[in-house]
């Protein structure tokens, strides 16, 4: 319908300012402001004896205390008995939003219509007291098959395509939203509505947003079969996201609560509430191949290979539950657990181009096999670490008892580290690649016993650093050596290039 129409139908209904009232008692935190009046620091008062004047958000009355009472021992009104917090009652906060949310009001129409009409709500401070305040946001029409939205702005009402619950926040800077509340919605509005069998009680105390939920029932009445089976784990995942999900575990447009799960048995139809919309999706197949049955068992498989997202092997679902079932019972831990290794295993065998796919242990072969990749890791480097070697080969100095080497190995580096308690094995892939050199200087007469670890960096031929056991500085004699080294380095560099 147009705008124009829209207005003239509309019923005039306003909200209910005492219901407004008591969601700001019930949900948002109360405020006290307290103002001392008729003594010497308020000129403006004319009050002949001094008390304290105050104001609760949460009831929003108005009452006085003893002028001996302390500010900051008022946390609990004395006339609706809520926690609130004391604020000092000032002229300069006149017009300050003390409270603000948005405001959902439901009500009938003619013949099966119901209206939705959003508030943003707003209790401001001034010199009288409190002041409740409410601004139309959105007005929405619903009827069978129907959901229409208008939003009120500059040029008044204008109609809106998208049809979801408003938002209200400070400012366009804020990342907070104020909060929303739907008023309280009686049996007598839903009875003989577009709504009748919505199960709408239901969805508002499952926290389902109101409008999202009214439009997706009336695109799909079958909802309501999906209320009377129980199926709120399905129902949950539609308004938490996974509306896709939903849709390819139910046939949301089935006439008949039998329509619902296309080709699901009895027993199936048991177990299908308990499940999310993913599992269910799963569990249907797993059940109608043979693989699992309608029990425990199944929902719990159903759960674990739903999260197992590789190819099986042989594409043979009934192997894959036999065997990890026999896996499972053999280390004593959950299917689930199990699985998740043979994952692991699986792509390991990718990786390392072969492999047993239905090893007899698994978990002794997902060791062997992580011992092998690591080697091989360790063997890649390894050919790096070689052509490193050959191509610092002209660095390599005996010198005054002591000789310097680039690093020989993954080991070597690994072992270094570890001697030496410092963490040049971190370098070991830096080394490998090049970005920097990592040389090991020894003594002449113990060439086995790690002394000092010297990090070049190859570009500039500087020395990062040279550090003893645990990280320690250089001795003397070991930092004399590797500046030696070092101009020597360079004297070498230098003559290649006027050679070159
Ligand atoms: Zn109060």
Avoid at 283 to 288: E, K, P, T
Wanted: glycine share 8%; with cysteine.
């Amino acid at each position: 319908m147009t705008t124009d129409e829209m207005l003239a139908r509309l019923p005039d209904e306003q909200p209910d300012f005492e219901e407004l009232q008591e969601i700001i008692g019930r949900e948002l935190q109360g405020k006290l402001f307290a103002r001392r009046v008729g003594v010497d620091e308020d000129p403006f008062s004319l009050s002949p004896y001094p008390h304290w004047e105050c104001v609760c958000t949460a009831c929003g009355k108005k009452f006085e205390a003893d002028v001996k009472d302390k500010l900051k021992d008022m946390t609990v009104c004395p006339m609706c008995g809520e926690k609130v917090k004391p604020h000092r009652w000032m002229f300069r906060q006149g017009g300050k939003l003390t409270s603000a949310f948005l405001f959902y009001h439901l009500f009938r129409g003619a013949g099966r219509e119901i209206w939705v009409r959003s508030w943003r709500v707003s209790q401001r401070l001034n010199w009288d007291g409190l002041e409740m305040d409410y601004v139309p946001m959105s007005i929405y029409h619903f009827d069978d098959g129907t959901a229409e939205k208008w939003k009120f702005g500059w040029q008044g009402w204008k109609p809106i395509k998208t049809i979801r619950m408003d938002t209200w926040k400070p400012n366009s800077f804020s990342y907070e939203y104020y909060p929303a509340f739907v008023g309280s919605i009686s049996k007598k509005t839903i009875k003989g509505s577009c709504l009748e069998y919505s199960q709408l009680d239901h969805a508002m105390r499952y926290g389902f947003p109101l409008i999202e939920y009214i439009q997706f029932y009336l695109k799909n009445p079958s909802v309501e079969y999906l209320w009377k089976s129980h199926c709120i784990p399905l129902l949950e995942d539609y308004f938490h996201g996974s509306r896709g999900d939903v849709r390819r575990a139910v046939n949301l447009k089935a006439k008949t609560f039998k329509g619902l799960f296309r080709g699901a048995d009895k027993r199936e139809m048991k177990i299908i509430p308990g499940l999310h919309a993913r599992e269910i999706v799963w569990f249907h197949r797993l059940y109608q191949v043979g693989v699992i049955r309608a029990d425990q068992d199944g929902v719990d498989w159903t759960r674990a290979r739903k999260t197992f997202c590789r190819d099986v092997p042989g594409g043979d679902e009934k192997q894959l539950y036999r065997y990890i079932h026999r896996q499972a019972e053999r280390c004593g831990r959950s299917c689930a657990s199990v699985l998740y290794d043979y994952a692991d295993h699986l792509s390991q065998i990718q990786r390392l181009g072969g492999g047993e796919f239905w090893p007899h242990d698994l978990d002794e072969a997902h060791r062997r096999l992580s011992a092998r990749e690591r080697k091989i890791q360790d063997h890649g480097l390894n050919g790096m670490f070689r052509a490193r070697r050959r191509l610092w080969q002209w660095a390599v100095w005996r010198h005054a008892g002591m000789f310097i080497r680039p690093v020989d190995s993954v080991k070597e580096i690994t072992l270094e580290g570890e001697r030496q308690d410092n963490c040049v094995a971190g370098y070991a892939k830096g080394h490998a690649e090049g970005r920097t050199v990592i040389f090991v200087l020894r003594r002449a007469d113990d060439p086995t016993k790690n002394w000092h670890t010297v990090e070049l960096i190859p570009g500039t031929l500087t020395v990062r650093q040279c550090r003893g056991y645990k990280n320690r500085e250089a001795t003397p004699e070991a930092q004399a050596f590797v500046d030696a080294w070092v101009e020597r380095l360079k004297n070498i560099r230098d003559q290649r290039r006027k050679s070159a």
